[in-house]
């Protein structure tokens, strides 16, 4: 039987359940809390609801996102065609994308030990920049893994793209890493 909620799970704690990044010492009191009140059961439905439905624009190219190694894993164990561009700091790399290709991968490798915090700035030829703040970023990882927007690039002529992660500090942004991507359209 459900009863009224004495005192609500906290958002990042269902996001936390829902991924299955409980701390093991949460977990039975988080499970005795759900099963018992259908305010949080409902909340962790709807969060579960908005995270598959995001899931499903960003494997299908809807966006450009920020995501992690277990995403370009599971687009590949369901199927989709992923074509992969590994970039150093500095780095340039010719590119395409095919009718074929479900999704375009770019790995923006780099050091991140000691960001908090870090910008994406693109630049495209003959458009403004644009500048996505406060992108995830796991300072011990080598990269950051980028999801593109494949009707965007799909409908990009010869051009060069330009992006690069910025640490906001006190005195301005710190260049983490550039990287410069020329892109060409698929011919076929």
Request: charged share 25%; aromatic share 4%.
């Amino acid at each position: 039987m459900s009863v009224r909620c004495a005192g609500p799970l906290d958002d990042g704690l269902l996001a936390d359940y829902w991924l299955g990044d409980t701390p093991a010492a949460e977990q039975d009191r988080v499970e005795e809390h759900l099963l018992g009140c259908a305010e949080c059961s409902g909340r962790l439905r709807a969060l579960a609801a908005i995270g598959d439905g995001v899931r499903r624009l960003a494997h299908g190219g809807a966006f450009d996102v920020v995501v992690g190694p277990s995403f370009v894993e599971d687009a590949a164990r369901l199927g989709l065609r992923v074509r992969e561009y590994r970039v150093p700091a500095g780095g340039r790399v010719e590119c395409t994308v095919t009718p074929d290709d479900d999704l375009m991968i770019s790995r923006l490798q780099g050091d991140f030990q000691g960001v908090t915090r870090l910008d994406l700035v693109a630049r495209v030829e003959g458009f403004p920049d644009q500048r996505v703040e406060d992108i995830p970023v796991d300072p011990s990882a080598p990269e950051v893994v980028l999801s593109g927007a494949m009707p965007m690039l799909r409908a990009l002529g010869q051009t060069v793209v330009r992006l690069r992660l910025l640490a906001p500090e006190p005195d301005g942004d710190r260049l983490v890493g550039e990287y410069t991507f020329a892109h060409t359209p698929h011919a076929g």
